[in-house]
């Protein structure tokens, strides 16, 4: 591959280095340059061009990705399709990630132009989180380089979801004096929510005396009905003869290991009885932080094999108490804020394909385009609109008035869509959960089709992307969550929100709106067979 400057009429078939944007006509970063290309930029008055030349054996930045994703292995793992030298991979199902550190070295170690990043090993994951991609650094890079990695792959698996079994749990909790009930109440509700993301339930609760007889009978009883036992004492375990170790024992069991090296967990006791596990919680497992407790349960679930040695080796990466940004689960009683999104309405364009005249001035049923638009955001369920103005804004501000929406006008307009995006999430207030995202220029998004995808994101929790679908093909409007914001910043050019949707490690939810998600109004043809009369 060569790359560097080409005299425009000796770039045919190059693909280019920067977007190149001529006022008239936009050719994107990456684009192949056709014939046709060539004599309309030498007609634009550019005389060269940065890009990047394929040799005959280069496999362009897609087909080098989509092969190297293709010679993975991999269960319970979905490829999404290949996006500027990216193949992202997804969890199709809720469970333990797994994978070969030494393969993945090796992948990475072939040549800087082929990277793969992953999860970090035993992570757990919901159905949906991307827990790898493939990507491809230049353009284009050479095809024995992609045969080498398929080599090095070759029957090895490279990683994959171990999918939770749901079991039925019998928890045990000793008493004395000193412990309140209301500590017991609060630990049973938690323990609830640390076992719903595997699916998993309590089908018994069992409050004894700190006694190892009278703890052991209780594990006895709980193993009938259940296929594993929690147990939490009322005080801490300070020795391998105390009285839950001495209790799994006394019941009949085995115990396998006494104390762990992560912290918080350390208390941790690890046994099993007539081949179901026993668990003996550590103190800290009362709380729904995460904690060293949480690896071995999930693990468990997800049918790992949890050895002596496996928690052994638990000791690097194993203190937890200071980082404070470990996911958390769901308190026995949590104080939720509510999710709230906001609507972002963009109609900041200039309408270059419309040739004369602004489609957002055009009538629908006698209703400017841009004011039917805001109205609908208006009558959904967002919680706050805003509006983007650029082009004409002189015109089309005058035509919101009355609307509850705020007009942040984008003096970078010019530079793309990119910049109106930025100008819009700038101003959602803090309370914003979400922001969803609407171009102007499409009459047939409802109200209706707005208040589905709303209703999406919030029974997501607010965490997921929510993308408006026609026959299952990806369209507009989009919902955010807040934890993308920040991606938005980095887009640049004429850019929209596809690519944060296609790389982020998130559930994306699609909401089938039919033709409404994919009809615009880029051309006066376009605006007269959706009913619509331009105006000036």
């Not at 005249?357 to 841009?370: I, T, W, Y």
Request: net charge negative.
């Amino acid at each position: 591959m060569k790359f560097g400057l080409f005299r425009t009429e000796e770039a045919e078939g190059a693909l280019l280095a920067h977007a190149v944007n001529t006022g008239e006509r936009r050719l994107s970063k990456a684009h192949r340059l056709t014939a046709e290309d060539i004599v309309y930029l030498r007609s634009a008055g550019i005389e060269e061009v940065s890009a990047a030349l394929l040799d005959a054996d280069d496999l362009d930045e897609d087909s080098a990705a989509a092969r190297i994703a293709s010679a993975l292995l991999f269960e319970n793992v979905e490829k999404r399709p290949p996006a500027t030298g990216r193949v992202n991979l997804h969890a199709t199902e809720a469970g333990i990630f797994t994978v070969d550190r030494h393969l993945i070295n090796a992948i990475n170690g072939v040549d800087p132009a082929i990277t793969i990043a992953t999860l970090e090993a035993n992570a757990q994951v919901d159905a949906g989180r991307m827990v790898a991609t493939v990507k491809i650094i230049p353009f284009a890079v050479p095809e024995h380089l992609v045969a080498q990695v398929e080599t090095i792959c070759r029957g090895r698996e490279a990683f994959s979801v171990k999918p939770f079994r749901p079991r039925k749990v019998g928890l045990v909790q000793t008493k004395l004096p000193t412990l309140k009930p209301s500590v017991l109440d609060k630990t049973a509700h938690v323990t609830e929510g640390r076992l719903a993301r595997s699916n998993s339930v309590i089908v018994g609760e069992l409050r004894t005396a700190h006694e190892a007889s009278a703890v052991a009978e209780a594990i006895r009883e709980q193993a009938k009905t259940s296929d594993m036992v929690l147990v939490f004492g009322a005080s801490a375990v300070c020795d391998d003869e105390d009285v839950i170790p001495a209790a799994i024992r006394l019941a009949g069991g085995q115990v396998s290991r006494v104390g762990m090296p992560v912290d918080p967990g350390n208390l941790l006791v690890v046994g099993n009885l007539d081949g179901k596990p026993v668990l003996g919680a550590p103190g800290c497992a009362r709380s729904p932080k995460l904690n060293g407790f949480d690896w071995v349960l999930d693990r468990i679930i997800a049918d790992i094999d949890v050895t002596p040695d496996t928690i052994a080796g638990m000791g690097v990466g194993g203190l937890l108490m200071e980082i404070p940004t470990r996911p958390q689960l769901r308190e026995a009683s949590p104080k939720k804020h509510p999710v709230q999104v906001w609507a972002m309405l963009l109609a900041a364009g200039r309408s270059r394909r419309m040739g004369i005249g602004n489609k957002l001035l055009s009538e629908f049923d006698g209703e400017r385009l841009v004011r039917r638009s805001a109205a609908r955001l208006m009558e959904s369920k967002a919680a706050g609109s805003v509006a983007v103005l650029g082009h004409q804004a002189d015109e089309i501000s005058p035509l919101l008035d009355g609307l509850n929406i705020k007009q942040v006008r984008n003096p970078d307009y010019v530079e793309g869509l990119s910049t109106s995006l930025k100008a819009g999430i700038h101003v959602l207030p803090p309370s914003a959960s979400g922001a969803l995202i609407m171009l102007a220029d499409m009459p047939g998004v409802t109200t209706e089709d707005l208040d589905r995808m709303i209703e999406a994101f919030v029974k997501s929790g607010g965490t997921a992307i929510v993308r408006a679908t026609h026959s299952g093909k990806r369209g507009n409007p989009v919902i955010l969550p807040r934890s993308l914001f920040s991606e938005i910043d980095l887009l640049e050019g004429d850019t929209g929100a596809r690519q944060i949707v296609e790389t982020a490690p998130l559930e994306v939810i699609d909401v089938e709106l039919g033709p409404a998600a994919s009809i615009d109004v880029d051309t006066p043809e376009a605006l007269a067979a959706a009913g619509g009369v331009l105006r000036p």
